[in-house]
């Protein structure tokens, strides 16, 4: 059986081994016919010519090597005196040393031996083109951007003429800030700061609303200028920092107006200044003046000692709104608000002088 298998794989080696030569014999043979083919076509096509090496010149095509262009001038060397600043540098721009007309130097110097000790001039100078310039916003520059927006713009107003005009038709001004920069944002958080600003006076308000105002808005008063300024920065955005200062202005003035019914039992001591008015400083002025009347009536000299004074002295209102009369309440309230100084003191005795008609030249 061993034997019988050893022949019998022998047998079928030798088959495989004839079927590949076969194979390949007729692939050999095939290419052979068709190379034979190809060469009998050339040779009935046309006779080719046997060339020998060395008899005929060889043509070499040389090109002609391309010569640098030499460097324009700077541009600088040929502007005129009287060119058109605005067509060289129209817009915003890198420093650029071939269109600079005038000469500029910057840069650091180490020692005297670098760059003979002088501080690099224009050409090529990196520290020139690092900071922005501003060499497009110059008047002529200007001139023109404000010729160009006219057409876009309104006449002014009529009836602003001053700052106070201004103030009286717009009281409240409102604050605001842009920041351009040279960073990777454009972004900057003191953007968002917004406020406004107005006088005091300009609101309409009574004693009461007025020091219940003052009372509420604290240290953003300043009595010396009376000026109230809401500022914000709590916001995200300037617009909303806007909407909210104006929205505390809006409830401090509704709130100042408002009374509480524990501010009707305020007595005269409760008080935060001194009124004359509620004082009885008023009782007795009233009743001084009504005696000195009814002593000019009683009295037979022609010559009264207070000319100034009604016939009818029973109407107390009318006696306090006499000049004479208002002098002295104000100059009574300066004295005790204010304390007691050169100025508030002259004042009064001006105020008594002119009131009880005296005559007295010496100064206090």
């Excluded at 005696?291 to 209102?317: C, F, H, M, R």
Aim: charged content about 30%.
């Amino acid at each position: 059986m061993a034997a019988l298998s050893r022949k019998r794989l022998t047998d079928i080696h030798k088959h495989l081994i004839n079927g590949r030569t076969a194979a390949f014999a007729r692939l050999f043979h095939s290419t052979r016919l068709n190379q034979q083919n190809e060469h009998s076509e050339q040779q009935e096509g046309e006779f080719r010519v046997f060339e020998i090496e060395g008899l005929k010149p060889v043509k070499t095509e040389r090109f002609a090597r391309r010569q640098k262009k030499k460097p324009p001038p700077p541009r600088f060397r040929s502007m005129a005196t009287d060119q058109d600043w605005t067509d060289v540098w129209p817009t915003a721009s890198t420093f650029k040393w071939s269109a600079v007309p005038f000469p500029v130097r910057q840069g650091f110097v180490e020692n005297s031996s670098e760059n003979e000790g002088v501080v690099p001039a224009k050409y090529a100078n990196l520290e020139l083109m690092k900071p922005p310039n501003f060499l497009h916003l110059t008047p002529a520059h200007v001139k023109k951007h404000c010729d160009a927006l006219k057409k876009f713009c309104t006449a002014w107003p009529e009836g602003l003429e001053t700052e106070e005009d201004c103030r009286h038709h717009f009281p409240v001004e409102s604050v605001t800030s842009d920041y351009v920069f040279a960073a990777p944002s454009l972004r900057d958080d003191r953007a968002r700061v917004a406020s406004i600003k107005l006088n005091l006076s300009d609101l309409e308000l009574d004693y009461h609303s007025r020091d219940k105002f003052i009372r509420l808005v604290g240290d953003r008063y300043n009595p010396d200028t009376d000026e109230v300024i809401f500022e914000s920065d709590r916001c995200p955005l300037k617009s909303q920092n806007l909407e909210y200062v104006n929205f505390l202005l809006t409830a401090v003035y509704f709130e100042s107006w408002k009374r509480e019914g524990w501010e009707d039992q305020k007595e005269l001591s409760d008080m935060e200044s001194y009124f004359w008015d509620i004082n009885a400083s008023r009782k007795n002025m009233v009743s001084l003046l009504r005696t000195i009347k009814e002593a000019d009536e009683k009295s037979p000299e022609a010559d009264k000692g207070l000319g100034y004074l009604p016939s009818d002295v029973a109407n107390e209102d009318a006696i306090c709104q006499l000049e004479e009369v208002q002098q002295y309440k104000v100059a009574v309230e300066e004295l005790f608000n204010e304390g007691e100084n050169i100025e508030t003191l002259n004042n009064y005795k001006a105020a008594v002088t002119k009131l009880l008609n005296l005559k007295s030249d010496a100064a206090v």
